[in-house]
C-alpha cells in the first residue's frame, strides 16, 4: 500500500515520534480481551481510559467525542461490532449474526459527517456477509482480525500521507493546523499531523500554530498536547486570530484532516477550516487537505451533498461547564463546514500527493 518514500524521508516509529496512547484498541485476544477507548473529552489533564464492555458504551463514545477523528471512529466502530461478537453468549451462530448486524446498524447512527464511520461499517457489514456458515468461534475471531487489520491499514496510511507531504513543508517556517487530525484521530500518527511529524524528523524546523478550534478546542486540548508531547514547537492562538497571524507572513503553509471528502474535492473538515481556507487564500498561503482514501465519498458529486452534524446548543452556551451566554438564546452550532476544493492547493493521501484537476486526478488515484 505505502510507495517507496522519496529520498531523504523516511517513516519514523512510534518510538522516535514520542508516546502518546492511542484512542482506541482491543487489548488481549477475542475471547478475554477488551476494547480500550481512551477519553479524549478529559485530555488533556487526565488520561483516562474506557474499557468498552458493551456495543451501547462505544456508541457513547463516539457520540460524546471521547473517541473522535474521522479514521478513529471508523476502527472504534469496528471494533464495536467484535465487541458484540465477544459479549455474545451460546453456540447459536444465526443468533451471533443477527446481534454483529445490529449492532453494526446501532453504530451507523452516532455521529453522520465523518465517511470513514459508514466505510468501516460496509466493510464489517461485508464481511459479516460472508461468515453466515461459519461458528460462533470462528465468526467472533474474524470480527476481530477484521477490525485490526482496519486499524493497521489505518496506521500504515498515516504514515504514506506524512511522508506524501513532507517535501511540500517548509524547511524553515510555519504550519498551521485546526481541529485535531493526530494520533488521537487515527489509529497512529495521524493525517495532517503526521505531515508535520515527518517533515520535523526529516530536520524541517516548523513551528506548529495550532487553532484551539471552537467550540469544543480540539486544538487546544488535543493537538497542541500531541504535538508538544512529540517535542514540535507548538504556538496556542484562537480561531479567530488566523487572519492577524497569517498577516504576519508567519505562516508559511496550512494542513488539516477531512472528514469526508466529495468526489469534486470538496472538504468536510471541523466546522472553522473554510474560514482558514478563505484566509489562507487571501494571503497567497497554501492549503492542503491530508487524508485516507476512506475518507472520500465518490458517491457524492460535491460537497452540498455531505450531511453535517449539528450538535448540542450547550456546547457553545456553556462551554466547559460554566454558563456564558444568556439564557434560551438561539444557536447555530454545525461540527462541521465544507471547504470548497478550488481552495485546496493539494490532498496528501496514501496515493501520494494529488493536485487539481480534481475530479479526474481524485478518481484516478483512489477509486477502487
Ligand atoms: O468532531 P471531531 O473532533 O470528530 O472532528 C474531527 C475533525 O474534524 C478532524 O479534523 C477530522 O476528523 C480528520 S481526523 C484525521
Known sequence: MTSSPPLPYRPISSVEAGRTPLAIDWVGDVATGSLRMLDQTKLPTEILFIDCQDVETVWEGIKMLRVRGAPAIGIAAAMGVALAGKIHQGTDATDLISKARKASDYLRTSRPTAVNLFWA????????????????????????????LIQSEDRDMCIAIGLAGTPRMPKQGGVLTHCNAGALATADFGTALSVIFHAHAAGHQIKAYVDETRPLLQGSRLTAWELMQRGVPTTLLCDNMAASLMRTGKVHAVVVGADRIAANGDTANKIGTYG??????????????????????????????????????????????????PEGVDVYNPAFDVTPAEYITAFFTEAGEIAPPYLENLAARLRK
Not at 461485508?126 to 476481530?144: A, F, G, N, Y
Not at 487564500?281 to 475518507?295: E, I, K
Open 276 to 325: 482558514v481556507a478563505v484566509i489562507a487564500r487571501a494571503h497567497g498561503v497554501p492549503f492542503y487537505v491530508a487524508a485516507p482514501s476512506s475518507t472520500f465519498d465518490f458517491s457524492i458529486a460535491d460537497g452540498s451533498q455531505i450531511p453535517i452534524e449539528i450538535r448540542d446548543a450547550k456546547e457553545i452556551t456553556h462551554g466547559m461547564g460554566k454558563q456564558t451566554a
Open 121 to 148: 461499517l460496509d466493510r464489517m457489514n461485508r464481511l459479516i456477509d460472508r461468515l453466515q456458515s461459519e461458528s460462533v468461534t470462528k465468526i467472533r475471531e474474524e470480527l476481530l482480525r477484521e477490525a485490526r
